[in-house]
Protein backbone atom coordinates (compact mmCIF):
# COMPACT_ATOMS: atom_id res chain seq x y z
CA UNK A 1 0.00 0.00 0.00
CA UNK A 2 1.10 3.30 -0.53
CA UNK A 3 2.93 5.28 2.25
CA UNK A 4 1.88 8.68 0.79
CA UNK A 5 -1.29 11.36 -0.29
CA UNK A 6 -0.77 13.54 -3.03
CA UNK A 7 -4.06 15.88 -4.71
CA UNK A 8 -4.59 14.34 -7.97
CA UNK A 9 -4.00 17.71 -10.12
CA UNK A 10 -2.63 20.62 -9.52
CA UNK A 11 -2.61 23.80 -12.40
CA UNK A 12 0.21 25.97 -12.05
CA UNK A 13 0.64 29.19 -14.30
CA UNK A 14 4.22 29.35 -16.56
CA UNK A 15 6.90 31.34 -14.78
CA UNK A 16 4.98 30.68 -11.22
CA UNK A 17 6.45 28.34 -8.64
CA UNK A 18 4.61 25.06 -8.32
CA UNK A 19 4.65 23.89 -4.58
CA UNK A 20 3.48 20.38 -5.04
CA UNK A 21 2.23 19.25 -1.58
CA UNK A 22 2.88 15.26 -0.11
CA UNK A 23 1.61 13.92 3.16
CA UNK A 24 3.22 10.70 4.61
CA UNK A 25 2.37 10.68 8.31
CA UNK A 26 3.52 7.13 9.21
CA UNK A 27 6.80 7.49 7.63
CA UNK A 28 9.47 5.86 9.76
CA UNK A 29 13.20 7.78 11.27
CA UNK A 30 14.99 5.98 8.42
CA UNK A 31 12.51 6.48 5.59
CA UNK A 32 13.88 8.94 2.95
CA UNK A 33 11.43 10.97 1.03
CA UNK A 34 11.30 10.65 -3.21
CA UNK A 35 10.12 12.64 -5.75
CA UNK A 36 9.87 11.22 -9.50
CA UNK A 37 8.12 12.41 -12.43
CA UNK A 38 6.42 10.79 -15.32
CA UNK A 39 6.23 12.97 -18.83
CA UNK A 40 3.07 11.07 -20.61
CA UNK A 41 4.74 7.76 -21.82
CA UNK A 42 8.22 8.27 -21.39
CA UNK A 43 10.16 6.61 -18.12
CA UNK A 44 10.11 8.06 -14.80
CA UNK A 45 12.69 10.87 -14.36
CA UNK A 46 14.44 10.90 -10.82
CA UNK A 47 14.14 14.87 -9.36
CA UNK A 48 15.19 14.80 -5.42
CA UNK A 49 15.14 12.99 -2.37
CA UNK A 50 15.73 13.69 1.42
CA UNK A 51 15.65 12.03 4.62
CA UNK A 52 15.16 15.33 7.36
CA UNK A 53 16.59 18.44 5.78
CA UNK A 54 16.29 20.66 3.05
CA UNK A 55 17.35 19.63 -0.22
CA UNK A 56 18.34 21.66 -3.71
CA UNK A 57 19.25 21.06 -6.49
CA UNK A 58 19.24 22.68 -9.79
CA UNK A 59 16.00 21.11 -10.62
CA UNK A 60 13.70 21.60 -7.60
CA UNK A 61 13.49 22.40 -3.94
CA UNK A 62 12.53 19.40 -1.08
CA UNK A 63 11.06 21.48 2.11
CA UNK A 64 10.72 18.43 4.60
CA UNK A 65 8.46 19.06 7.70
CA UNK A 66 10.03 19.04 11.25
CA UNK A 67 8.25 16.37 12.12
CA UNK A 68 8.86 14.42 9.02
CA UNK A 69 5.34 14.03 8.44
CA UNK A 70 4.38 16.09 5.26
CA UNK A 71 7.33 17.71 2.28
CA UNK A 72 6.79 19.88 -0.68
CA UNK A 73 8.25 19.75 -3.98
CA UNK A 74 8.91 23.20 -5.42
CA UNK A 75 9.52 24.18 -8.85
CA UNK A 76 10.95 27.65 -8.75
CA UNK A 77 9.60 28.84 -12.29
CA UNK A 78 7.76 26.18 -14.12
CA UNK A 79 7.23 25.94 -17.26
CA UNK A 80 4.91 24.15 -20.25
CA UNK A 81 7.37 21.12 -20.36
CA UNK A 82 7.71 20.56 -16.27
CA UNK A 83 3.87 19.46 -17.32
CA UNK A 84 3.83 15.66 -15.92
CA UNK A 85 2.68 13.67 -13.11
CA UNK A 86 5.06 13.78 -9.73
CA UNK A 87 5.37 10.84 -7.13
CA UNK A 88 6.51 11.49 -4.10
CA UNK A 89 8.01 8.16 -2.39
CA UNK A 90 8.59 7.10 0.83
CA UNK A 91 11.40 4.35 0.93
CA UNK A 92 13.69 2.54 3.49
CA UNK A 93 14.01 0.70 6.19
CA UNK A 94 12.84 -2.64 5.43
CA UNK A 95 11.58 -1.95 2.16
CA UNK A 96 13.38 -0.77 -0.49
CA UNK A 97 11.50 -0.72 -3.81
CA UNK A 98 10.55 2.62 -5.16
CA UNK A 99 6.15 2.12 -4.95
CA UNK A 100 4.43 4.28 -7.02
CA UNK A 101 0.93 5.75 -5.97
CA UNK A 102 -1.06 7.39 -8.39
CA UNK A 103 0.55 11.40 -8.00
CA UNK A 104 -0.54 14.51 -8.61
CA UNK A 105 -0.83 15.72 -11.80
CA UNK A 106 0.46 19.22 -13.09
CA UNK A 107 -0.19 21.11 -15.78
CA UNK A 108 1.47 23.94 -16.35
CA UNK A 109 -0.60 27.03 -18.15
CA UNK A 110 0.87 29.70 -20.11
CA UNK B 1 25.19 6.72 -25.16
CA UNK B 2 24.32 7.59 -21.62
CA UNK B 3 21.69 6.64 -19.14
CA UNK B 4 19.30 3.91 -19.45
CA UNK B 5 18.52 3.09 -22.92
CA UNK B 6 15.72 0.23 -24.03
CA UNK B 7 15.13 -1.18 -27.41
CA UNK B 8 12.93 -1.85 -29.18
CA UNK B 9 10.66 1.77 -28.17
CA UNK B 10 7.67 0.12 -29.57
CA UNK B 11 6.89 -3.68 -30.29
CA UNK B 12 3.36 -4.99 -31.85
CA UNK B 13 3.40 -9.10 -31.23
CA UNK B 14 0.64 -11.43 -31.56
CA UNK B 15 0.22 -13.80 -28.77
CA UNK B 16 1.93 -17.12 -29.89
CA UNK B 17 4.74 -14.83 -30.85
CA UNK B 18 8.66 -14.89 -28.76
CA UNK B 19 10.09 -11.52 -28.64
CA UNK B 20 12.23 -9.95 -26.28
CA UNK B 21 13.07 -6.65 -24.33
CA UNK B 22 17.00 -5.25 -24.16
CA UNK B 23 17.98 -2.73 -21.37
CA UNK B 24 21.35 -1.35 -21.07
CA UNK B 25 22.92 0.95 -18.08
CA UNK B 26 26.05 3.29 -18.74
CA UNK B 27 25.66 4.42 -15.54
CA UNK B 28 28.09 1.44 -13.63
CA UNK B 29 25.36 0.40 -11.96
CA UNK B 30 24.73 -2.74 -10.01
CA UNK B 31 21.24 -3.30 -9.91
CA UNK B 32 18.86 -3.25 -12.40
CA UNK B 33 15.14 -3.72 -12.35
CA UNK B 34 11.68 -4.57 -14.65
CA UNK B 35 8.82 -2.27 -13.99
CA UNK B 36 5.14 -2.78 -15.99
CA UNK B 37 2.63 0.46 -16.26
CA UNK B 38 -0.54 -0.89 -17.31
CA UNK B 39 -2.54 1.93 -18.54
CA UNK B 40 -4.37 3.86 -15.34
CA UNK B 41 -2.15 1.94 -13.12
CA UNK B 42 0.85 2.81 -10.89
CA UNK B 43 4.24 1.09 -12.03
CA UNK B 44 4.60 -2.37 -10.59
CA UNK B 45 8.03 -3.65 -10.00
CA UNK B 46 8.44 -7.03 -11.96
CA UNK B 47 12.18 -7.91 -11.43
CA UNK B 48 14.98 -7.18 -9.52
CA UNK B 49 18.48 -8.07 -10.20
CA UNK B 50 21.41 -7.18 -7.58
CA UNK B 51 25.04 -8.35 -8.95
CA UNK B 52 23.17 -10.00 -11.79
CA UNK B 53 21.34 -12.04 -9.16
CA UNK B 54 17.82 -12.24 -8.86
CA UNK B 55 16.45 -10.75 -5.63
CA UNK B 56 13.22 -10.32 -6.49
CA UNK B 57 10.62 -11.75 -8.20
CA UNK B 58 7.15 -10.07 -7.43
CA UNK B 59 4.86 -12.51 -8.39
CA UNK B 60 5.04 -12.73 -12.16
CA UNK B 61 3.80 -14.56 -15.03
CA UNK B 62 5.72 -17.32 -16.61
CA UNK B 63 5.15 -15.86 -19.59
CA UNK B 64 7.64 -12.99 -18.54
CA UNK B 65 11.12 -14.05 -18.17
CA UNK B 66 14.28 -12.16 -17.49
CA UNK B 67 17.79 -12.41 -17.97
CA UNK B 68 20.88 -10.64 -16.73
CA UNK B 69 23.85 -11.28 -18.26
CA UNK B 70 25.67 -8.80 -17.03
CA UNK B 71 25.72 -5.70 -14.46
CA UNK B 72 25.11 -3.56 -17.70
CA UNK B 73 22.52 -5.25 -19.15
CA UNK B 74 18.87 -7.07 -18.79
CA UNK B 75 16.64 -8.61 -21.21
CA UNK B 76 12.88 -9.80 -20.56
CA UNK B 77 11.92 -12.70 -22.83
CA UNK B 78 8.26 -12.66 -23.82
CA UNK B 79 6.20 -15.67 -25.25
CA UNK B 80 2.41 -16.67 -25.60
CA UNK B 81 1.48 -13.52 -23.91
CA UNK B 82 -2.10 -12.13 -23.78
CA UNK B 83 -3.75 -8.79 -24.69
CA UNK B 84 -3.59 -7.05 -21.21
CA UNK B 85 -0.07 -7.98 -21.06
CA UNK B 86 -0.27 -4.39 -23.18
CA UNK B 87 1.51 -2.01 -21.28
CA UNK B 88 4.67 0.16 -20.77
CA UNK B 89 7.90 -2.09 -20.11
CA UNK B 90 10.67 0.18 -18.30
CA UNK B 91 13.92 -0.70 -16.98
CA UNK B 92 15.81 1.17 -14.10
CA UNK B 93 19.11 0.94 -12.56
CA UNK B 94 20.54 1.89 -9.40
CA UNK B 95 24.08 1.71 -7.77
CA UNK B 96 23.15 -0.14 -4.68
CA UNK B 97 25.16 0.96 -1.32
CA UNK B 98 23.04 2.65 1.33
CA UNK B 99 19.67 0.57 1.26
CA UNK B 100 17.31 3.19 1.16
CA UNK B 101 19.21 5.95 -0.34
CA UNK B 102 20.36 4.37 -3.70
CA UNK B 103 18.25 6.12 -6.60
CA UNK B 104 16.44 4.81 -9.39
CA UNK B 105 17.35 5.99 -12.82
CA UNK B 106 14.58 4.86 -15.46
CA UNK B 107 14.96 4.27 -19.65
CA UNK B 108 12.51 5.63 -21.32
CA UNK B 109 10.01 2.07 -21.56
CA UNK B 110 8.96 -0.34 -24.48
CA UNK B 111 5.80 0.32 -25.23
CA UNK B 112 4.08 -3.42 -25.87
CA UNK B 113 0.94 -4.40 -27.82
CA UNK B 114 -0.19 -7.44 -27.56
CA UNK B 115 -2.62 -8.62 -30.50
Known amino acids: DAKTTQPPSMDCAEGRAANLPCNHSTISGNEYVYWYRQIHSQGPQYIIH???NNETNEMASLIITEDRKSSTLILPHATLRDTAVYYCIVRGGSQGNLIFGKGTKLSVKP | ETGVTQTPRHLVMGMTNKKSLKCEQH?????MYWYKQSAKKPLELMFVYSLEERVENNSVPSRFSPECPNSSHLFLHLHTLQPEDSALYLC??????????????FGPGTRLTVL
Open chain 2, 92 to 105: ASSQEGTWAADTQY
Open chain 1, 50 to 52: GLK
Open chain 2, 27 to 31: LGHNA
